[in-house]
Structure formats: C-alpha cells, structure tokens
C-alpha cells in the first residue's frame, strides 16, 4: 500500500484503488452498459413516433390506440432514464462528486430498463394485435416478458446472490 493509501481503499475482491478509481472504473462501466440500451430504446422510440403518421394508424381501433399512446409515453420516459447519466455527468463534471453521481446514474439506467421492458411488451402487444386477433397474443407476449424478466434480472440477480457476500 501506498503512504496516501489507507485499508479501507482495498475492496474486498482485491482490487487497490481509492473512492475515486472505483468511481471512474464503475462510471466507465456504466456508461458502457447505458450506450447499448441507449441505442435500442432510441431506435424504438423512432420508429413509434412514426407511426402514428401512417395510414394504417386510422385504422386502429380504440383500444389499439390507447396501447399506442401508452407505448410512446412509455418509450419516451425510457429515453429520458436512460440518457439521464449522461447529462448528470455533463452537469456536475470537476465538481468532485463522481461516486455520487454514479450512484445516481446507475438508479436512473435501472428505472430506464424497466421503463424499455414495459415499452417493449407494450410495443410487442400492439404488433400482435394488429398483425393478428388470435386468442395466443397475451400468451406470446407473456412468454417474452417472462424471457426478459429471466436475462435482464433473475439471471444477475442469481450470480449476485451467489457469488457475492456484501
């Protein structure tokens, strides 16, 4: 250990950094994993603004309709959760507060990935819908909730219970 190293800059996992690295290694992490959610929700929340300037649009019914509304309301929050870290780190960039921030920017891309889950399902219900009126769409769409729900949050949460002790 360095003379301006104190134990308490060594994780648990053997890492020797200070408050600060593991702010930058963590902000670094986040920020790579907010890119590619990022990405997705912004070219789903493109091709939901368009719609409704298509002339299939008019033939939706009401029920569709309300399912479209909410999807887009849906879809735009998500943008804003999701591009939110990168405007908190804009903004209080050099003031020395990085950890927080990236506490911050980690609770706001969780809200953001699940406001892009209930975009998705809510999207994926409405194309269904419309491509078909079969009695199996629910089930479809509940399976594929299911499916996400297991890689984006029972398969983390599983390693994290299993192979952490903090």
Known sequence: MSVNQTAAD???????????????????ELIQEVRVAQTGVQILFGF?????F???????????RTIYIVTVVLGAAAT??????????RLVSG???KPQAVEWASRLTFVGL????????????LILR???HDGYVPWLVAGVVGWYLLCWFLV???????HTTK
């Open 54 to 64: 298509t002339p299939r649009y008019a033939d939706l019914g009401d029920t569709d």
């Open 156 to 162: 983390p949460m599983l390693v994290r219970i299993r």
């Open 10 to 28: 060594t994780t648990s996992n053997g890492r020797n950094e200070t408050e600060e690295e593991r702010a930058d290694r963590k902000w670094g």
């Open 114 to 125: 699940v406001l892009l889950l209930a975009t998705m399902t809510a999207a994926l219900l």
């Open 95 to 97: 003031r020395r507060v």
């Open 48 to 52: 939901l603004l368009t719609v409704v």
């Open 80 to 89: 804003g959760a999701l591009i939110g870290p990168v405007s908190l780190h």
């Open 130 to 132: 419309v491509a078909t």
